[in-house]
C-alpha cells in the first residue's frame, strides 16, 4: 500500500470517528414506512343498534384507513432511505445512446416503487481503487447534493463490488450498505487464466490495446467523460492474488473463511451478497457463446462459475443466495433481459433487495 492511500484510510477513518455520533440524514423524498391504525373495539351491547350503527361507521372508515396504508406502503415499496447507486463492473457503462442499459430495467423498475437511484459511469478499464475514487467523488458532488442525504446504498456488480467496497472502506460515514452482486470479492478464474496465457506472449498488445479500446467506444457512445482506460491493470487486479491484497486493506464484510459468510454490519456498514452460475442461459442471447468460452477457460478449481466469476468469489458479508441459474451478464438483466426464463428474474433480486433495506430502515 503507498503511503498516499494509507494517509487517506487514515484521514477517513477519522472523519468517522468524529462524524459516528451525528444522526444520519435520508433523502429528502423518503417516506417512512407508514402504521396500521388499530382497529375500533366493539363494546355495545347487542341491543343497542344506536351503538351497533355507530361501530359499523368506525369499523367502515378504519378498513379506508387501512386501505389507504397499503396502498401508500405500495407506492414507496423500494422507497429506501439512503439513495441507491448502482455501479456497474468491468467494461461497463450507465446506458448506450439511450437504448442500452447496463442494468436493463432496472432503475425503472426500483423508481416504479419510489426509490432514488442513481447509476454513475466510472472507468471500464481499471482498478477498484481508481474506480472507487471516481465513485466516491460522484456520491460526493452529485448524489448526497441533489437528494440532501448523509449516506447511499452502494450496489455494485462484478469489479463494481470492490468498487462499492473501497468507498465503505475509506469513507463508511457516507456509506449505509454495499450489496455486492456477482461480485468479484475473491477475483476471477478467467483473469487468472489470461494472465498465465496472454500476458507476456504477442497476443498481450493487440488484446489489451483492443480491452483499452473498447472503454474508450463505450464512454463515447454512453456520452459520458472519457476516462483513461487501462485494461492491464484490471486483469491484474482481477487476480486472485491482487483481489486478496485487496480484500485484506478492505476487510469490512469479509466472510470468516472462503466460501463461507462474513458479518452482516461491520465498520458501521451492512454488507450482502448474491451471486449465481451458468453460462447459456438464453439461445437468443449472442453474449452467452462469449461466457462459454471464456468459462471453458477459465480456472475454476472445481466450482460453479458464471463464465467469468467462480460462486465462491461472489460471497460477501451476508450472502443472501448464490445459486441462481444466471450467467455474469444475466445477473444485471443484460442483454434487453434475454436471461433464464425458467429462474427468478434479476429484476426481482434488485427489488427485493430494495424492500430488505427499506425494512432495515436503511
Known amino acids: 500500500m503507498t503511503m498516499q492511500k494509507t494517509l487517506l484510510i487514515f484521514v477517513s477513518a477519522l472523519l468517522f470517528s468524529l462524524s459516528s455520533g451525528v444522526q444520519a440524514t435520508?433523502?429528502?423524498?423518503?417516506?417512512?414506512?407508514?402504521?396500521?391504525?388499530?382497529?375500533?373495539?366493539?363494546?355495545?351491547?347487542?341491543?343497542?343498534?344506536?351503538?351497533?350503527?355507530?361501530?359499523?361507521?368506525?369499523?367502515?372508515?378504519?378498513?379506508?384507513?387501512?386501505?389507504?396504508?397499503?396502498?401508500?406502503?405500495?407506492?414507496?415499496?423500494?422507497?429506501?432511505?439512503?439513495?441507491?447507486?448502482?455501479?456497474?463492473?468491468?467494461?461497463?457503462?450507465?446506458?448506450?445512446?439511450?437504448?442500452?442499459?447496463?442494468?436493463?430495467?432496472?432503475?425503472?423498475?426500483?423508481?416504479?416503487?419510489?426509490?432514488?437511484?442513481?447509476?454513475?459511469?466510472?472507468?471500464?478499464?481499471?482498478?477498484?481503487?481508481?474506480?472507487?475514487?471516481?465513485?466516491?467523488?460522484?456520491?460526493?458532488?452529485?448524489?448526497?447534493?441533489?437528494?440532501?442525504?448523509?449516506?447511499?446504498?452502494?450496489?455494485?456488480?462484478?469489479?463494481?463490488?470492490?468498487?462499492?467496497?473501497?468507498?465503505?472502506?475509506?469513507?463508511?460515514?457516507?456509506?449505509?450498505?454495499?450489496?455486492?452482486?456477482?461480485?468479484?470479492?475473491?477475483?476471477?478464474?478467467?483473469?487468472?487464466?489470461?494472465?498465465?496465457?496472454?500476458?507476456?506472449?504477442?497476443?498481450?498488445?493487440?488484446?489489451?490495446?483492443?480491452?483499452?479500446?473498447?472503454?474508450?467506444?463505450?464512454?463515447?457512445?454512453?456520452?459520458?467523460?472519457?476516462?483513461d482506460q487501462d485494461a492491464l491493470e484490471t486483469v491484474l487486479f482481477l487476480s486472485s492474488d491482487r483481489a486478496n491484497a485487496f480484500n485484506d486493506r478492505f476487510p469490512a464484510g469479509k466472510p470468516t473463511s472462503y466460501c463461507g459468510e462474513g458479518p452482516s454490519y461491520d465498520n458501521g456498514v451492512h454488507f450482502f451478497s448474491w451471486g449465481s452460475h451458468g453460462t447459456v442461459t438464453n439461445v437468443l442471447d449472442v453474449s452467452d457463446a462469449l461466457l462459454a468460452l471464456t468459462g471453458a477457460l477459465g480456472y475454476w478449481n472445481g466450482e460453479q462459475h458464471d463464465g467469468l466469476l467462480q460462486v465462491c468469489s461472489m460471497h460477501w458479508g451476508d450472502v443472501i443466495r448464490d445459486d441462481y441459474t444466471m450467467n455474469h451478464l444475466d445477473a444485471t438483466n443484460m442483454l434487453f433481459g434475454l436471461n433464464n426464463i425458467l429462474e427468478t428474474s434479476p429484476k426481482t433480486l434488485f427489488d427485493n433487495q430494495a424492500s430488505r433495506l427499506r425494512g432495515m430502515s436503511l
Do not use: M
Not at 351497533?52 to 401508500?72: E, H, K, P, R, S
Not at 467494461?91 to 425503472?108: N, R
Not at 449505509?176 to 507476456?200: E, H, M, Q
Open 26 to 227: 435520508p433523502h429528502s423524498g423518503y417516506v417512512a414506512q407508514a402504521s396500521y391504525p388499530s382497529a375500533p373495539t366493539n363494546d355495545c351491547a347487542w341491543w343497542n343498534v344506536v351503538c351497533q350503527g355507530a361501530y359499523t361507521i368506525n369499523y367502515a372508515a378504519y378498513l379506508l384507513d387501512v386501505a389507504a396504508v397499503d396502498q401508500q406502503n405500495y407506492d414507496n415499496r423500494y422507497n429506501t432511505a439512503y439513495p441507491i447507486v448502482l455501479v456497474h463492473g468491468v467494461s461497463g457503462f450507465d446506458q448506450i445512446l439511450g437504448l442500452v442499459e447496463y442494468f436493463q430495467g432496472i432503475p425503472a423498475e426500483l423508481r416504479g416503487g419510489n426509490a432514488v437511484v442513481y447509476t454513475p459511469n466510472v472507468t471500464a478499464w481499471e482498478d477498484a481503487d481508481v474506480r472507487g475514487e471516481q465513485l466516491l467523488a460522484y456520491i460526493q458532488n452529485t448524489v448526497l447534493p441533489e437528494t440532501g442525504a448523509s449516506k447511499v446504498n452502494l450496489i455494485g456488480h462484478s469489479l463494481g463490488g470492490p468498487t462499492a467496497r473501497y468507498v465503505s472502506g475509506v469513507r463508511p460515514d457516507l456509506v449505509a450498505s454495499v450489496t455486492t452482486v456477482n461480485g468479484a470479492n475473491y477475483g476471477s478464474g478467467f483473469a487468472d487464466w489470461g494472465i498465465d496465457n496472454l500476458l507476456g506472449t504477442p497476443a498481450e498488445g493487440p488484446v489489451l490495446a483492443l480491452l483499452n479500446l473498447s472503454g474508450d467506444i463505450l464512454d463515447a457512445l454512453s456520452g459520458n467523460v472519457e476516462y
